[in-house]
T-cell receptor
Framework: GAGVSQSPRYKVAKRGQDVALRCDPI?????LFWYQQALGQGPEFLTY????????KSGLPSDRFFAERPEGSVSTLKIQRTQQEDSAVYLC????????????FGSGTRLTVV | GQNIDQPTEMTATEGAIVQINCTYQ??????LFWYQQHAGEAPTFLSY????GLEEKGRFSSFLSRSKGYSYLLLKELQMKDSASYLC???????????FGTGTKLQVIP
């Protein structure tokens, strides 16, 4: 597609449940980023992939968070044993190369943990 | 450490001009971004300043002073559709990491 696609658009999870969030970047984009955006806040960096390599995962808040991009295109962000503080919008962005100005964001997945 | 500040909310009148300020502190500064984000939508790129000075792009202009750690976004001829959050973000370090502010929620009123 023409843009970055994320699914599901909305997800409600019971506390303790595992969730998987999908990101389809723009075709051919090498770099892929995940961000967490709490209500009323700016996006917070979670992790960065260059092709299939996860070059930085310093923003992942705990070992319950795991991201992968096995074939260098689609990426999945998995959250195990969800907790209420995980409720946020999870944004994915991709860029053709290393230049930030080329980064395109998806509309995000709004996760609500109840 | 790293820090970035911008006002939480602003209100302006349709047709007017509004200036949204942003101050930041970081080492290894590479550039300063402004994004627009409508409620429930993806952030969209507005500008990227590397050098000091004003860059104009249509109704939107962005200014940067590296020595003062200061930037502003200037919106002219405000339209109702400009009601959104405006995110200031700096790019620092050797690669991709971008630090966002909390965003300024702009409300344009008739």
């Amino acid at each position: 597609g023409a843009g970055v696609s994320q699914s599901p658009r909305y997800k409600v999870a019971k506390r303790g449940q595992d969730v998987a969030l999908r990101c389809d970047p723009i075709s051919g984009h090498v770099s892929l980023f995940w961000y967490q955006q709490a209500l009323g806040q700016g996006p917070e960096f979670l992790t960065y992939f260059q092709n299939e390599a996860q070059l930085d995962k310093s923003g992942l808040p705990s070992d319950r968070f795991f991201a992968e991009r096995p074939e260098g295109s689609v990426s999945t962000l998995k959250i195990q044993r969800t907790q209420q503080e995980d409720s946020a919008v999870y944004l994915c962005a991709s860029s053709l190369g290393g230049r930030e100005r080329e980064r395109t964001f998806g509309s995000g997945t709004r996760l609500t943990v109840v | 450490g790293q820090n970035i500040d911008q006002p939480t909310e602003m209100t302006a009148t349709e047709g007017a001009i509004v200036q949204i300020n942003c101050t930041y502190q970081t080492s290894g500064f590479n550039g300063l971004f402004w994004y627009q984000q409508h409620a429930g939508e993806a952030p969209t790129f507005l500008s990227y300043n590397v050098l000091d000075g004003l860059e104009e792009k249509g109704r939107f202009s962005s200014f940067l002073s590296r020595s003062k750690g200061y930037s502003y976004l200037l919106l002219k001829e405000l339209q109702m559709k400009d009601s959104a959050s405006y995110l200031c973000a700096f790019h620092s370090g050797g690669y991709q990491k971008v630090t966002f502010g909390t965003g300024t929620k702009l409300q344009v009123i008739p």
